[in-house]
């Protein structure tokens, strides 16, 4: 069975902190594909990367970055410079190759951050 | 390019009342999904579509129908509507499933509370 953790509730910075939000999955595919998501106050959800299991490079993406690693079954995002348009609620999500496009999310992870 | 519209955006509904939400994308995507979020909580897949006259349950079907008429449109269905299903409810929509696995695109979301 496919299972997201987010173990951060929340998380609150002061402008300009680096902070990582962490994700765990449990899958037994062998392929799959994790994605991160950010829902600002207003609500919308916006896509920000996915990563399929064969590719563990690390991306960075301006003050985004997000590291894969699956020997640890981890896939965390680390903002750099954190800025307060970055407060959301971030969510991890999982699918299997054998169920399409399905996604399993995460609680999510509320994000805070202060001037 | 108006992506994944959701209509309406906030409703109150009576308990047994019923209701249906609209869907509609003009990306040409085929496979289509409803979700559920509740306070503090990540999504949860209610129903997806993976092209015209194919539906499929998710996580969460129950009190729910849907039907898929046409590819732009994936209409969901309260019929007896119940306070457990007061929620934030999502549409999305992505291209087929590939060896990228597409990412979803979300409307803004409805609104509905069930007093």
């Known amino acids: 069975a496919q299972k997201v953790t987010q173990a951060q509730t929340e998380i609150s910075v002061v402008e300009k902190e680096d902070v990582t939000l962490d994700c765990v999955y449990e899958?037994?595919?062998?392929?799959?594909?994790l994605f991160w998501y950010k829902q600002p106050p207003s609500g919308e959800l916006v896509f920000l990367i996915r990563?399929?299991?064969?590719?563990?490079q690390n991306e960075i993406s301006g003050r985004y970055s997000w590291n894969f690693q699956k020997s640890t079954s981890s896939f965390n995002f680390t903002i750099t410079a954190s800025q307060v348009v970055d407060s959301a609620v971030y969510f991890c999500?999982?699918?299997?190759?054998?169920?399409?496009?399905?996604?399993?999310f995460g609680a999510g992870t509320i994000l805070r951050v202060k001037s | 390019n108006a992506g994944v519209t959701q209509t309406p955006k906030f409703r109150i509904l009576k308990i047994g009342q019923s209701m249906t939400l609209q869907c509609t994308q003009d990306?040409?995507?085929?496979?289509m999904y409803w979700y559920r979020q509740d306070p503090g909580m990540g999504l949860k897949l209610i129903y997806y579509?993976?092209?015209?006259?194919?539906?499929d349950k998710g996580e969460v079907p129950n009190g729910y129908n849907v039907s898929r008429s046409t590819t732009e449109d994936f209409p969901l269905r309260l019929e007896l509507a119940a306070p457990s299903q007061t929620s934030v409810y999502f549409c999305?929509?992505?291209?087929?499933?590939?060896?990228?696995?597409?990412?979803?695109?979300f409307g803004n979301g409805t609104r509905l509370t069930v007093t």
């Open positions: 990563r399929n299991s064969f590719d563990e």
């Open positions: 990306m040409n995507h085929n496979y």
């Open positions: 579509s993976v092209g015209a006259g194919i539906t």
């Open positions: 899958t037994r595919d062998t392929t799959y594909y």
């Open positions: 999305a929509s992505s291209f087929s499933r590939d060896r990228y696995n597409s990412p979803l695109h």
């Open positions: 999500a999982l699918s299997e190759a054998e169920y399409g496009n399905k996604l399993v």
